[in-house]
């Protein structure tokens, strides 16, 4: 079974963002960028069903500028085996990247997809569902665990309140919660061996997709800050506060 | 044209996050209606026809919908969205499931966590866990929207929607529901609740997590909330945590005992109305969101805080 795992290339994680002054955006030149935290999951999850033989090949995928070959390669020095990237210098969004997924599932086949469940940039959370009802795939979103066996994965979701088991008929989108697995430090062996694992370039048009997107952003602004309050001394100025100032308990 | 809500329920009852959502539907402008799609949810859809501001209620009662599943459900909503010009999820585990699968069958793009109505068109919602909010413009006919409940009020009750039914889907049979674990408690669900006690990794284990800030919550009747790392340690159950790829909470008074306040724990709970913030770290970053910051031990000061309500 082929797995083909969508990555992103995003702000790091630990990098303070910055709107704009112009309000056209968060400042992205000269941060530090790295692969979605969600996605990295997908990956390990991919590279560790191979291990198990469960599944033979692992494709990564990214969408967007030509600097995602370096997401690439690092989801190849993690241990995915080849990766397409489709190249395009405009925005990206969630809709026209499950589209140009889909030309690619209709191209490579895979008995399984799996992505992060939310990309920690735009935190829009719909890629892979999206993926689903394009490819007219069953889904199995916010997975915690997955298991494979005689044509299904059992797919524990976290959702509201707990947890649930489904039972998915593959081929199917898996996407990946934050408890799906942790993943390994890529070692630099691996990065000198991802460097000469083979990665293709398209095009949106090659795909035959027109990703203009759907969604304008008009503005983006600074959240309205929450002014620091008051230290108090102790425990019973807390409650004096919260009884007689606040007024919430 | 009409706003279609999709109801979150359990059959029996709606779920408040539901409340929320009719809001923000009727800040989109025209008559409001709610689906509810389940087995055997009579009384949920009695339930719908009751809350303020919601015109009709459909009703679609098979098997198929007992326990949500996304194809079935797309599906369904897929069918009537002909005859509206926006439909509404709350942004839960359930509608972020469910949401995308129909804008993507109706090819239109979707508006992720709305925490705000600008116009029938455009709405605003936090970007980069919180660091920046975008105020964008859907360019399609019809809008397929997840509603970020704290920026609403619940919707009040006194409406008498009439209750129409509709026909079923068929059964997709692409996925099967096995069985869920879901953690039985007494206390507030999270994201309902008045009053929220959250711990941090300072607890130091799952004992001492219960050990120091159950008492509190039961002396409260709050909800408990975890951070990541609280949770990554293994001190709370995943579904406590509260923040960027957690829970969203926007209760009248979190309280937050060791925890740091790293920005993606922040992005889940700064909308409350009030924060305490209980820390020994007098550099900790919860300070500078704190209405009241106590510099203090929380193994000493939580107790004391018990014996003191």
Same mark, same amino acid.
């Given at each position: 079974?082929?797995?083909?795992?969508?990555?992103?290339?995003?702000?790091?994680?630990?990098?303070?963002?910055?709107?704009?002054?112009?309000?056209?955006?968060?400042?992205?030149?000269?941060?530090?960028?790295?692969?979605?935290?969600?996605?990295?999951?997908?990956?390990?999850?991919?590279?560790?069903?191979?291990?198990?033989?469960?599944?033979?090949?692992?494709?990564?995928?990214?969408?967007?500028?030509?600097?995602?070959?370096?997401?690439?390669?690092?989801?190849?020095? %993690?241990?995915?085996?080849?990766?397409?990237?489709?190249?395009?210098?405009?925005?990206?969004?969630?809709?026209?990247?499950?589209?140009?997924?889909?030309?690619?599932?209709?191209?490579?086949?895979?008995?399984? %997809?799996?992505?992060?469940?939310?990309?920690?940039?735009?935190?829009?959370?719909?890629?892979?569902?999206?993926?689903?009802?394009?490819?007219?795939?069953?889904?199995?979103?916010?997975?915690?665990? %997955?298991?494979?066996?005689?044509?299904?994965?059992?797919?524990?979701?976290?959702?509201?309140?707990?947890?649930?088991?489904?039972?998915?008929?593959?081929?199917?989108?898996?996407?990946?919660?934050?408890?799906?697995?942790?993943?390994?430090?890529?070692?630099?062996?691996? %990065?000198?061996?991802?460097?000469?694992?083979?990665?293709?370039?398209?095009?949106?048009?090659?795909?035959?997709?027109?990703?203009?997107?759907?969604?304008?952003?008009?503005?983006?602004?600074?959240?309205?800050?929450?002014?620091?309050?008051?230290?108090?001394?102790?425990?019973?100025?807390?409650?004096?506060?919260?009884?007689?100032?606040?007024?919430?308990? | 044209?009409?706003?279609?809500?999709? +109801?979150?329920?359990?059959?029996?009852?709606?779920?408040?996050?539901?409340?929320?959502?009719?809001?923000?539907?009727?800040? =989109? @402008?025209? &008559?409001?209606?709610?689906?509810?799609?389940?087995?055997?949810?009579?009384?949920?859809?009695?339930?719908?026809?009751?809350?303020? @501001?919601?015109?009709?209620?459909?009703?679609?009662?098979?098997?198929?919908? &007992?326990?949500?599943?996304? &194809?079935?459900?797309?599906?369904?909503?897929?069918?009537?969205? @002909?005859?509206?010009?926006?439909?509404?999820?709350?942004?839960?585990?359930?509608?972020?499931?469910?949401?995308?699968?129909?804008?993507?069958?109706?090819?239109?793009?979707?508006?992720? #966590?709305?925490?705000?109505?600008?116009?029938?068109?455009?709405?605003?919602?936090?970007?980069?866990?919180?660091?920046?909010? +975008?105020?964008?413009?859907?360019?399609?006919?019809?809008?397929?929207?997840?509603?970020?409940?704290?920026?609403? #009020?619940?919707?009040?009750?006194?409406?008498?929607?009439?209750?129409?039914?509709?026909?079923?889907?068929? #059964?997709?049979?692409?996925?099967?529901?096995?069985?869920?674990?879901?953690?039985?408690?007494?206390?507030?669900?999270?994201?309902?609740?008045?009053?929220?006690?959250?711990?941090?990794?300072?607890?130091?284990?799952?004992?001492?997590?219960?050990?120091?800030?159950?008492?509190?919550?039961?002396?409260?009747?709050?909800?408990?909330?975890?951070?990541?790392? +609280?949770?990554?340690?293994?001190?709370?159950?995943?579904?406590?945590?509260?923040?960027?790829? @957690?829970?969203?909470?926007?209760?009248?008074?979190?309280?937050? =005992?060791?925890?740091?306040?790293?920005?993606?724990?922040?992005?889940?709970?700064?909308?409350?109305?009030?924060?305490?913030?209980?820390?020994? #770290?007098? &550099?900790?970053?919860?300070?500078?969101?704190?209405?009241?910051?106590?510099?203090?031990?929380?193994?000493?000061?939580?107790?004391?805080?018990?014996?003191?309500?």
């Amino acid at each position: 079974m082929k797995v083909l795992v969508p990555v992103k290339r995003v702000i790091d994680y630990n990098v303070k963002v910055r709107v704009k002054p112009d309000g056209s955006g968060v400042d992205l030149a000269n941060v530090k960028m790295s692969m979605n935290p969600f996605d990295e999951i997908a990956i390990e999850e991919a590279v560790r069903l191979k291990e198990k033989g469960a599944a033979t090949e692992v494709v990564a995928v990214s969408c967007g500028v030509a600097q995602c070959q370096e997401t690439l390669r690092t989801a190849m020095a %993690i241990g995915a085996d080849r990766a397409i990237l489709v190249e395009c210098a405009d925005e990206l969004q969630p809709l026209a990247v499950a589209k140009l997924l889909k030309a690619l599932v209709d191209k490579e086949q895979p008995g399984l %997809i799996i992505l992060g469940k939310q990309a920690i940039d735009d935190d829009c959370n719909q890629t892979g569902q999206m993926l689903a009802a394009l490819a007219g795939l069953p889904q199995g979103t916010f997975a915690n665990k %997955i298991e494979i066996a005689d044509g299904f994965v059992k797919v524990t979701r976290e959702i509201d309140g707990g947890l649930e088991n489904l039972r998915i008929k593959l081929p199917a989108v898996v996407t990946a919660d934050l408890r799906l697995n942790e993943p390994r430090y890529v070692t630099l062996p691996n %990065i000198m061996k991802a460097k000469k694992k083979p990665l293709e370039v398209v095009k949106p048009a090659d795909l035959g997709v027109d990703v203009t997107p759907r969604i304008k952003t008009i503005k983006v602004t600074e959240p309205p800050k929450r002014g620091a309050g008051v230290k108090v001394a102790d425990v019973a100025a807390l409650v004096a506060k919260l009884k007689n100032e606040a007024k919430v308990i | 044209m009409a706003v279609l809500v999709i +109801a979150e329920h359990d059959n029996a009852s709606i779920r408040g996050a539901t409340l929320n959502t009719v809001t923000a539907a009727v800040q =989109c @402008g025209g &008559e409001v209606h709610v689906l509810v799609a389940g087995c055997n949810a009579g009384p949920a859809a009695q339930a719908a026809s009751a809350i303020s @501001g919601v015109s009709k209620v459909l009703h679609a009662d098979a098997p198929a919908y &007992e326990h949500g599943l996304a &194809e079935n459900m797309a599906a369904l909503v897929v069918g009537l969205a @002909g005859a509206y010009s926006h439909l509404l999820f709350p942004a839960t585990a359930g509608g972020k499931n469910v949401a995308p699968r129909v804008a993507a069958l109706l090819d239109v793009a979707q508006i992720s #966590d709305a925490h705000r109505v600008i116009s029938a068109d455009t709405f605003e919602r936090p970007i980069y866990a919180g660091s920046a909010i +975008a105020t964008v413009q859907s360019l399609d006919p019809i809008k397929v929207i997840t509603v970020r409940t704290t920026g609403f #009020d619940a919707a009040g009750q006194g409406g008498s929607a009439a209750v129409e039914s509709v026909a079923a889907a068929a #059964d997709t049979g692409m996925s099967s529901f096995l069985g869920s674990e879901i953690a039985k408690s007494d206390r507030p669900e999270l994201t309902a609740a008045k009053i929220i006690v959250s711990g941090g990794r300072a607890l130091g284990s799952s004992e001492k997590f219960g050990d120091v800030l159950t008492p509190l919550a039961d002396k409260l009747g709050a909800a408990l909330g975890a951070s990541r790392a +609280a949770v990554d340690a293994g001190y709370a159950p995943n579904d406590w945590q509260v923040g960027q790829t @957690g829970k969203i909470v926007a209760p009248s008074l979190y309280i937050a =005992c060791g925890i740091s306040g790293a920005i993606q724990h922040l992005a889940g709970m700064k909308d409350s109305k009030v924060i305490v913030a209980i820390n020994k #770290d007098p &550099e900790a970053p919860i300070f500078s969101v704190a209405d009241y910051g106590l510099e203090a031990d929380l193994f000493v000061a939580v107790p004391e805080l018990v014996s003191s309500l």
